[in-house]
């Protein structure tokens, strides 16, 4: 048994400890929001945040998460609400297929966290290990900046 | 035809209307603008207009979403149907009312005469009446939504992390499935120790799989089962830098797209060589489907397949069931940008399936089955040459170009051609891929022939009929290579005139739109500017017109500042929607021209990651800026595909401009330079 926060709620995991923990979010807590792009930690799809920083939960084993913060797509914001970053991307339109978001905007959703006025280079940088096919990189750099004008806590 | 009405839009009681459209969503936004059109046909908001995904049980077969005619083919049908029931619910409310129906207006779903009202829900019977008995005449339709920049339906779940993707399917006691696939295309395999017990191993010939309770236990019983495999291996594949030679080495099947009358005329000829090489999807997500098998022998197959009722065909040939115990069904995946492994993986999950005691199986690939399995686009190499005048103008053009085929889709070629198939004990083995008919657009050739009033011109295809690289649809074909080749060789013979590329283009081009795009891109780029690129070319030669003006830095390596593009797609439908392709194609064609190449040996395919296979990031991505031109009165084409080949020639040509290297072999990387400059 492995006990952590996901989205906020006390959970514990029954999942072998050496899983990593995408599985465990996707499979045994059916939050699949947070997407398998490669497994490898090289495309940023599964990304999640961890006590406040992104990491790719692919290649992080449960055992890791124990008695930490996780954050996913689904726990961006509270309940039905969205995310100022997620609400900027619909306003930008800045998405195709969509599947690489959910791992952008946990990106993007901490650098603001840690730098709510960032300059574009800024974001690009933050953005930088998260990979998009589709090419909506300018649309998503948009709409973090317009979403960084919003987020002021 | 018999079809009924309601077979393509159907009223609920709750007034939501549900349109199937057999046609898929891909990521390019497809459902949306055909929802725009059946919400104007119908005289419905948009609100309750439900796009109903593509199925084999419960839908028309619309063939593939594909090649950018999603719009043009799908649209004037779809929107009929949708005007001949607005009619006859505008019938049944007159009927009722004792007016005529030229008196019932419909506006958002609401109809209308005097004071009164009725909805879609109230009229729903009038509905279920055979299609051809369906008033013909449906009045004319006001376009509320068509034209405008409509939000994308499918986004909101998708930005809010809700399940939609087929990856995210929970089937009731859904297994998990992994394959186990050779190391190599030419390998067999030669041995499997007995598995131990706990490890639910499904075999046929060299097909390989297990079976596994959730993801992970999947996952690792894959480890477990390729520890127990030996393989027989050989070598199969070309030599990887010298696909020249291997391209035209044939054999080839000789593809005549435009003949010149007689002999060429005398004069300076200049000519060079151009090459692209094998290109994979890499779609951010692996190919996914689900399958299950019925007691009764039928099966369900769920797949983000481009093409659901090819599908099924494939899928009941390798399985030996009639077309009708089949039944396909579309569900979301991650970007499709041609024919990729999602027919494959459906294969996979239905072999699989067949041995789970009836329990549906969800088969997800690997990163490396994606970038090695997955067909690819085929390299392509074309000489280009050109007799001139005394001022550079072109006064005859040849241009003979060598690929491996465009299109290997299931059923194509008279075979299934699925992946797993060539692995069964009794095989079904993938023939060489072909190409689409010219009236399709060519594969290898297309845009092979120029759109520039040359007084003559020989164009020829040579199609390679063996093809040791599994290779098919690749968004915009031969048309990536082909308009980077034309465009680039346009770029030399104006620069070797002395002449403006652009002006250059423009005396030898009649076409007004052509013109236009052209003029327009290279304004809004501040054409004029030392170190910009252009490119250009009207898509299949009878698609959207699209110019792209690059700026870019060479430094340690070539980077893309800013790409301006005009385009004219005809109508628009959907103007956001449209720029969103045109960008996206823009960055994917960028991606492309610096950086892609699909990596083997003589044996095995060895960029398997994205180390290995790296594409554009953020900080690589240029600044997009999209000009439409609009045409309201011609019809409809698609964007998806109209960008790639005037923007790999762009950045080439500013490449040329900027640091007066030409790179005629791509990818233009930082050794392509270095290899041009020696
Ligand atoms: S799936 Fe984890 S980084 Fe790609
Ligand atoms: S929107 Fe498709 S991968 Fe980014």
Redesign the interface.
Known sequence: MTRLTVNGTPMEAV??PG??LL??L???M???????????E??G?CFVLLDGRPVASCTTPLSVAEGRDVV???GLAPGDE?HPV?RA??DE?A????????GI?VSAAALLARDPHPDEEAV??A??R????????????RAVLKAAGEVTR | MSERLAERVSIGPDGVICVIAGKVE????VLTALAQIAADALGADLAQVRMVAARTDGGPDEGLTAGSLSIQRAGPPLREACARVRAACAAEAARRWGVSPGEVTVRRGEFRAGDLTATYADLAKAVDLPAEEAPADAGTEQNVYVGT?V??L???D??????R?I??L?LPGQLHGRVLRPPSPGARLARLSPPPQDLRVVRDGSFLGVLGE???EA?RALGRLRRLAEWDERDTLPDENDLDTFLRAGPHETIPVRVADGEPPEGQVIEATYSRPFLAH?????SCAAARWNADGTLEVWTHSQGVYLLRRALAEVLGLDHDRVAVRHV??????GHNGADDVALDAALLARASGGRPVHV?W??ADELTWAPFGSAMSADVSAVVDEAGSVRSWQYDVWSQGHISRPTYGGRPGLLAGAHLERPWTYGAPTDPPPQAGWGSARNADPIYDFPRAQVTGHRLTETPIRSSALRSLGAFMNVFAIESFMDELALAAGRDPLEYRLDHLSDPRAREVLRRAADAAGWGRPGLGIGFARYKGFGAYCAAVAEIEAEQDVRVRRLTLAVDVGQVINP?GVR??I??????AT?WTLKERVRFDRRAITSR???SYP?????E????AVELVEHPDTPPVGSGEAAQGPVAAAIANAVAASIEVRVRDLPITRDAIIRAIG
């Open positions: 999942s072998d899983t990593p599985d465990v996707r499979g045994e059916g939050l699949t929001g947070t997407r398998f792009g490669c497994g490898l090289a495309c799809a996913t797509i689904e969205l997620q991307i619909l339109q998405g195709q297929c969509g599947f690489c978001l959910s905007m690009v940088a953005l930088d998260n990979l998009c096919r589709c090419g909506v990189h300018r649309r998503v750099v | 891909l990521g390019q936004g920049s939000p994308r499918d986004l909101p998708k930005v809010a992390g809700r399940p993707f990856h995210d929970r959730s993801e992970a996952d890499a779609s951010i997500a692996p979301e995946g991650a970007g499709c940008y997800r690997s990163r956001d969103n392709q960008e996206g194609g823009a960055v994917q991606s990651d994205w180390e594409i554009l990031r953020f900080s991505t240029p600044e997009v």
